[in-house]
């Protein structure tokens, strides 16, 4: 198994679950911490806890899938190898090429290219 697909399935693991962890709450102050007839002032059986769990959980696990995330573009498979990008090779950046098809079949002399003659007498 590759680097590569375990981040994925890590990945898919924490979207899960915080899919999960956003389904249970509400955003009106219901959700979960509301079932537990929490509906007074009266936040002594761990409700309120509840709802800071909740909170936090989601952050966490927020955190957690975009630090999966951007750790996986390491570990994504290259089809090529170890291909070395030609902007940063300094021979590249001055090396020019012309394509054959640019060329000018014959080398243009002055005579040739002047079209005002002087032999207008």
Known sequence: MSTFSIFLILIVIVAFLLIVVVMVQNPKGGGL????????????????????????STWALATLLLALILLSNVAIPRAGGDIESKALDQDAATEQTIPATNLPTEAATPETTNPVSNDSN
């Not at 929490?38 to 769990?53: A, E, L, R, S």
């Open 33 to 56: 911490s509301s079932s537990f007839g929490g509906g007074g002032t009266q936040q002594i059986g761990g409700v309120k806890k509840t709802t800071d769990f909740l909170d936090k």
